[in-house]
Nanobody
């Protein structure tokens, strides 16, 4: 059974940092692409970053480039999202998602498995 479990969300002040974790189980990590998405209240879920475990390639949304860094620890089957210089507009529930693919699919429909999400709240 594929499982994705996010953790690391918190209430932080603007300008602070967080590292989110996505622990994966139930599949061969190296064959999958892992994406991070976020959903703010009243807004659609949007992709922020992904990493293709087959070749390590990464993609970032323009809105987060330079502040978000995605990485993975294959030995732990865990993907991380380092978020620096947090802004109030980063407030959202952050989800990780997985799909067996090469490269990064575009949009939520490109992913087959989802975690339950972790809340990030940034105060001004």
């Amino acid at each position: 059974e594929v499982q994705l479990v996010e953790s690391g969300g918190d209430l932080v002040q603007a300008g602070g940092s967080l590292r989110l974790s996505c622990a994966a189980s139930g599949f061969t990590f190296d064959d999958y692409t892992i994406g991070w998405f976020r959903q703010a209240p009243g807004k659609e879920r949007e992709g922020v970053s992904c990493i293709s475990e087959s070749d390590g390639s990464t993609v970032y949304a323009d809105s987060v480039k330079g502040r978000f860094t995605i990485s993975s620890d294959n030995a732990k089957n865990t993907v991380y999202l380092q978020i620096d210089s947090l802004k109030p507009e980063d407030t959202a529930v952050y989800y990780c998602a997985a799909v067996r693919a090469f490269g990064c699919p575009v949009g939520v429909r490109g992913y087959d498995y989802w975690g339950q999400g972790t809340q990030v709240t940034v105060s001004s």
